[in-house]
Nanobody
Framework: QVQLVESGGGLVQPGGSLRLSCAAS????????LAWYRQAPGKQREFVAT???????GYADSVKGRFTVSRDNAKNTVYLQMNRLQPDDTAVYYC??????????WGQGTQVTVSS
């Protein structure tokens, strides 16, 4: 069974950067679609970015041009580089793995706080 562990969250000032990582255990990583979601207090979880097995990426309009999703199949890890962070980016960030070979899996989340 796949397990996902996010890391890299923290407190950053507006305009700063963070890189989140999500490491997967188990098989099927390279054939899976990975995605990042976030959930701010009192709000529903929302889509942030995705990267398919072939490397095609997609982004929410709110992060396009500031965030970059990438993957390293040799390390079973997906990344989210976040630049020019704003207070509205404050949320718990989750990664999600989707595959035809295993149930959709979520990580436990990592907190990102953007504040001066």
């Amino acid at each position: 069974q796949v397990q996902l562990v996010e890391s890299g969250g923290g407190l950053v000032q507006p305009g700063g950067s963070l890189r989140l990582s999500c490491a997967a255990s188990g098989s099927f990583f390279s054939s899976s679609t990975l995605a990042w979601y976030r959930q701010a207090p009192g709000k529903q979880r929302e889509f942030v970015a995705t990267i398919a097995s072939g490397g095609i990426t997609g982004y929410a309009d709110s992060v396009k041009g500031r965030f970059t999703v990438s993957r390293d199949n040799a390390k079973n890890t997906v990344y989210l580089q976040m630049n020019r962070l704003q207070p509205d980016d404050t949320a718990v960030y989750y990664c999600r793995l989707s595959s035809v070979f295993t149930p959709t899996t979520w990580g436990q989340g990592t907190q990102v706080t953007v504040s001066s």
